[in-house]
C-alpha cells in the first residue's frame, strides 16, 4: 500500500482526527491522501472486491458534492475501508442518519410536536437555502447561556471557529429555539464578532428562529474563521434545561449555564442522547459555583446527537 513517505505521523493524525469527527467527505479525501491513492486505482482495487463504482461518483463523494446513500454504495464505502486500510465502520459510521436537532428545546414535549418544530426548522432552512452541512465543520465552539431573575432564558451568545470543507463558504447559520412560549419575533440576534446580520427567519408556533450570519470574506476548503453571535431572548417562562445538537460530528464544545443570583437552581446535571426520542445517557450531577452562579459542560471530540444541561426549581 503506497502512503506518504514523510510526515507520516502528522498525515495519521489528520486522518484519525478526520475519521473521529468527519463529516464523511473530508474523511474519505484525508483517507485518499494519507493513502496515496489516485481515484482510478481505488476504482480498480473495488473492481477486484467486486463492487462496481465509477470514479465520478469517487470524485463527488470526496467533494461532498453526493453522498452515498443506496445499498450498492453503502457497500462500496465498505470496502473503501477495507482498500483504504481502515478499521471497520470507519467511514460507515460517519453516514449513519442522525436527525436534525436544534438548541433550547425543553423536556416533556410530544412526539408530534418534535415533528411539527422539526418540519418547521426544515422549512426555514430551505427559505435560507441552506445546504445539509453548511460547508463548514466545528473545530471549537464555546457557548454562555444566561438565565434571568424570572428563570427565563435571558439570552445566549456564542465564540465559534470554524473550518470550511468546500470552497467559497461565507455564511453561517445559526438555530434558536426557545423555551415554551417563546416569541421568536421579538427574538434579537446579535453578531459580536467577525460576521453581520443577514436574513432573519422565524415560525412563531414553533418557537424556532433561523439567523444568517454573513462573513467578510470567502473561506477556501481548509481554511479556517473566528466569529461570535448572540441572541437576546427572555419571551418565554421558566427554563429547565438547555440541549445543543449536532447533525455531524464536530471538535470541542463548551456549555457554561450561568444563573442569575436571584433564581438559582436546587439540582444540575448534564446529559446525553443519541437523538431527540432516545432515553437520556451519561447523566452527571453539576456543582454550581458559589461566585459565579454556574455550572459547566465540556466535550473535546463531540459526536452526533445532543449535549445537555438541566435543572431543578425548588
Keep these: 500500500m503506497a502512503r506518504t513517505p514523510t510526515g507520516t505521523g502528522t498525515v495519521e493524525a489528520e486522518l484519525a482526527q478526520a475519521l473521529r469527527t468527519g463529516p464523511f467527505h473530508l474523511a474519505l479525501r484525508t483517507a485518499l491522501s494519507a493513502r496515496g491513492l489516485a481515484l482510478h486505482r481505488v476504482q480498480h482495487r473495488l473492481a477486484q472486491r467486486g463492487v462496481k463504482v465509477g470514479v465520478t461518483s469517487l470524485s463527488y463523494w470526496q467533494q461532498g458534492a453526493r453522498r452515498p446513500r443506496r445499498p450498492e454504495s453503502l457497500r462500496a464505502v465498505r470496502m473503501l475501508e477495507e482498500v483504504l486500510e481502515l478499521p471497520a465502520q470507519a467511514l460507515t459510521r460517519l453516514l449513519e442518519p442522525v436527525p436534525r436537532t436544534d438548541p433550547g428545546r425543553p423536556a416533556g414535549r410530544s412526539f408530534r410536536s418534535l415533528v411539527e418544530e422539526s418540519r418547521a426548522l426544515e422549512r426555514l432552512l430551505a427559505e435560507l437555502e441552506s445546504p445539509a452541512d453548511g460547508g463548514l465543520h466545528t473545530v471549537c465552539h464555546l457557548e454562555h ?12 451568545a ?8 468546500r470552497d467559497g463558504v461565507d455564511r453561517y447559520l445559526a438555530i434558536h429555539h426557545g423555551d415554551p412560549g417563546c416569541d421568536p419575533g421579538r427574538v434579537t440576534v446579535r453578531a459580536n464578532e467577525n460576521c453581520r446580520v443577514g436574513r432573519v427567519r422565524w415560525h412563531t408556533a414553533a418557537g424556532v428562529l433561523v439567523a444568517e450570519l454573513l462573513f467578510d470574506v470567502r473561506l477556501r476548503a481548509g481554511e479556517t474563521h473566528v466569529f461570535g453571535y448572540g441572541f437576546e431572548d427572555g419571551t418565554a417562562g421558566p427554563s429547565t434545561e438547555y ?31 443519541a437523538s431527540a426520542s432516545s432515553p437520556r445517557t451519561g447523566q452527571q450531577e453539576l456543582t454550581l459555583s458559589g461566585r459565579h452562579h454556574g455550572v459547566h459542560l465540556a466535550e473535546q471530540a463531540v459526536r452526533p446527537g445532543i449535549l445537555g444541561i438541566a435543572w431543578d426549581w425548588s
Design 158 to 165: 456564542s465564540h465559534h471557529v470554524v473550518r470550511a470543507h
Design 145 to 156: 447561556v444566561r438565565i434571568g431573575a424570572g428563570r427565563e432564558l435571558r439570552g445566549r
Design 243 to 273: 440541549v445543543r445538537g449536532f447533525s455531524f460530528a464536530a471538535g470541542q464544545y463548551v456549555l457554561q449555564v450561568r444563573f442569575d443570583e436571584a433564581a438559582l437552581p436546587v439540582r444540575c446535571r448534564r446529559f446525553v442522547q
